[in-house]
């Protein structure tokens, strides 16, 4: 095991009905906040009149700034922190999902520093100041609710970058599993995809001696593997939600990855596909995962066979591993398949047109830079183009 | 799942040499502190050198008290309390196990409580603020280094009460699994039976519906049979003590026990044993604990049974589930003496002239208020009586 760091400040107020409680847990933190979302699916679900509800008990101001997108964009970020300059505002509340807590980070570090916010991004700028931010999940994906991370993309350049500080943990994340029972299916399905890959990109590593974090992202990717078929079969099913949300929510606050070198290539080819074509991040990451594991399983059979193994169920004869492999590598596509997710690249209505720029950007080779990218198995931009011929 | 509330800030550093981080990673808290430790051990291992070092190089002023023993004592927790006020004491650090950080926990509290700090314990009370703790742990076994709860004996009256308050959270702690290798081995072996003691009193639970925190606890409790023999093996493997250490600090701060309703009849009933008779609280555990599942599981057969599958890896008919769940106890058993533990009353120096005592002090009835103790199955003291005739 390695080294590490590890804090999570953030208060997670999870189950039925938290929602109506975030006046008052807000309370001791602000008297003037920003309250961020994206578009009408909040005041549809009349969540946006149960939170407003709730501030104005409270006693808190707020001031709104709707208009977040998946893939969410730089230009709101610049116009959230100019509005928080402007009103004084003392924390952000994100009311949405992945892209809304991430939008509200982006404006609550840019707030607090003193140059261009997308510096912070682009130059992974270490920042230790930021306003606070709380959430109320509307969606179990992203995990961002309780990560010290968040990824933002420049439209003009179309670059998706990501950017990790300890100062935008949120201080308070609402999670009440009954709100994700208004989902569309496609973006259920997109959630689940999602929050598996940030335990598999803990999961596959080349550190030895982690049987804890082993045992723990086995064991959340089980009872996703067992739940998200039933949430999706009935959107009602709060059991099965309630395991969806606890799991996505461990999945990416990094618990399941201390002490292991992480490896992220998959996330990092995605945000290359999701820049430029927009695409939505968990069917960019259902295409690529199983391709990436075809890639680069042969090379490293035993963490592959123990996911095989452990993970996805497969049992057979130890001496033909690869066999194993394989067949747990068709089962999670399968699995990705029968929760209605895209598995190759056309289906997400991407040619071969940007491969080179893609594979490119994802390894640093766009920017006269080819640092690779991944650490299970560093790829080369050569690498992520053989990756996208896997998926195509 | 039920709903929870779930919060913790602690900062824990993990890893080799990083004791020697203390005096940094303290001054942003405070500039005069109480060291608070046990024994000589720490003198003669050299960490007390290697902290006080830290700390006068980081400009931090410290007050000592030592003599924690553990099971500690209410005495000494008065006298640092006094301590503290006198010297305008801003911090406590604990180097130590459990009765070092459950100590500080208490005075923490007592210092910032406007009353007699016994009764925060013998009355439940709620108490919000306390002085910040930090600790540098010498041995995993109580899981306090992350835990938001502590246990104080009362010498007099042959009370040990537990309290749990979110304010005892340590803000920093310090776990380097090197200080562990030079632990006697029935210390190890303690350590080992109450970690193992944090989880199952948290897994078996009459919720339903908590598959994230099953497969969590499941997990955890595996990898602690596969690596405690190891580390009593050869106190020298660091790979192996690094598990044992994340494990013993995942075991105890709730992060396995949210959302579900939990046990804790064991560690109530073994409070009174080590009240009257001082004994070491795993060896307690270790003796008690299979005990409990014999008289309890017949009523709760199916998570016995995944127990017995999940952890204890039994497998055999399904038909036939309580042979299974017997041998898996027999299997737990054969575990904890196979560390070397007690598992009968008689051999931690324990007969029967205490019995009716220390089950109704366990279940209130010894002070006129029989509530029970246990929620998976609620005991009355006369369950208990039961309980100590089978570890007898």
């Known amino acids: 095991m390695l080294n590490f760091d590890f804090q999570m400040p953030t208060r997670l107020v999870f189950g039925r009905d938290t929602q109506q409680q975030i006046g008052t847990l807000l309370r001791p933190y602000a008297s003037r906040i920003l309250l961020h979302y994206g578009g009408g699916s909040i005041r549809r679900s009349g969540l946006y009149d149960q939170v407003t509800a709730s501030l104005r008990d409270a006693g ?19 116009e959230g922190i100019a509005l928080c300059r402007r009103e004084g505002i003392e924390l ?3 009311v949405g999902g992945g892209s809304a807590i991430d939008s509200a980070k982006a404006i609550a570090m840019g707030v607090r520093f003193d140059g261009d916010v ?3 991004f682009g130059q992974d700028l270490q920042v230790t100041e930021a306003l606070p931010v709380a959430t109320v999940l509307t969606i179990p994906a992203a995990g961002s609710e309780l990560s010290n991370s968040c990824v933002i993309t420049k439209e003009e350049t179309q670059q998706k970058i990501g950017h990790t500080a300890q100062c935008v943990r949120p201080v308070l994340s609402i999670l009440n599993p009954e709100l994700f029972q208004t989902l569309p299916k496609n973006q259920i399905a997109y959630g689940v995809a999602d929050m598996m890959s940030h335990i598999m990109e803990r999961y596959f590593t080349n550190t030895l001696h982690t049987d804890v974090t082993d045992e723990l992202c086995e064991g959340a990717l089980r009872a996703i593997l067992k739940n998200a078929p039933k949430v999706l079969a009935d959107p ?13 929510a461990m999945a990416h606050n990094d618990i399941l990855g201390v002490g292991r070198e992480q490896d992220w290539a998959c996330h990092g080819m995605e945000h290359e596909l999701s820049a430029i ?11 690529l995962t199983p391709a990436w594991m075809r890639y680069v399983y042969r090379k490293h059979i035993p ?28 089962r999670l596509e399968g699995f990705f398949q029968s929760l209605g997710l895209p598995v190759r690249l056309t289906e997400v209505g991407i ?34 183009i053989n990756i996208f011929r896997l998926a195509k």
């Open 60 to 78: 808190i101001a707020f001031t709104e700034l709707g208009g977040v997108v998946p893939n969410p964009r730089l230009t709101l970020v610049r």
């Open 351 to 384: 040619g071969q047109e940007h491969w080179e720029l893609m594979a490119q950007k994802t390894t640093g080779a766009a920017y006269g830079d080819e640092i690779g990218r991944g650490f299970l198995e560093k790829l080369h931009w050569q690498d992520v």
């Open 92 to 94: 952000i509340l994100a």
């Open 118 to 120: 997308w510096d912070i």
């Open 303 to 330: 963490i592959f066979l123990q996911f095989a193994q452990n993970v996805m169920g497969i049992r057979g004869s130890l001496r033909a591993p690869e066999a194993l492999i394989a067949e747990a590598i068709d």
């Open 277 to 287: 074509y927009d695409i939505p991040h968990g069917a960019g990451l259902a295409v």
């Open 236 to 248: 009602a099913d709060y059991d099965a939600w309630c395991e969806i949300g606890w799991a996505g």
